[in-house]
Nanobody
Framework: QVQLVESGGGLVHAGGSLRLSCAAS????????MGWFRQAPGKEREFVAG????????TYADSVKGRFTISRDNAKNTVLLQMNSLKPEDTAVYYC??????????????????????WGQGTQVTVSS
């Protein structure tokens, strides 16, 4: 059974930092693009960051560029999201996702939700002002 399990969420003051982790099991995702998305209350789920399959090439939403860093530890089959200088508007449930569909192998980071076929259950991040 393939699973993505996020951890590391919590409550932090504005300006603080959190590191989210996404541990994969059931298959290896090191050669596939992975991403982080978030959904705030009453809003659509949106792209946050993505990383290329098999490499460290990344892409970010403009709202988090310069503050968030996505990385992967292929030995641990894990993807990380380091979040610094957090703002109240970063409050959301954060989801990790993996894209393994046709053409995804070694592929560039994906920004569209429909391009991801495995999703975690989410972890809550709350930033207080």
């Amino acid at each position: 059974q393939v699973q993505l399990v996020e951890s590391g969420g919590g409550l932090v003051h504005a300006g603080g930092s959190l590191r989210l982790s996404c541990a994969a099991s059931g298959r290896t995702f090191s050669s596939y693009p992975m991403g982080w998305f978030r959904q705030a209350p009453g809003k659509e789920r949106e792209f946050v960051a993505g990383i290329r399959g098999g490499s460290s090439s990344t892409t970010y939403a403009d709202s988090v560029k310069g503050r968030f860093t996505i990385s992967r530890d292929n030995a641990k089959n894990t993807v990380l999201l380091q979040m610094n200088s957090l703002k109240p508007e970063d409050t959301a449930v954060y989801y990790c996702a993996a894209a393994t569909g046709p053409g995804a192998l070694w592929g560039a980071p994906r920004m569209g939700q429909s391009e991801y076929n495995y999703w975690g259950q989410g972890t809550q991040v709350t930033v207080s002002s």
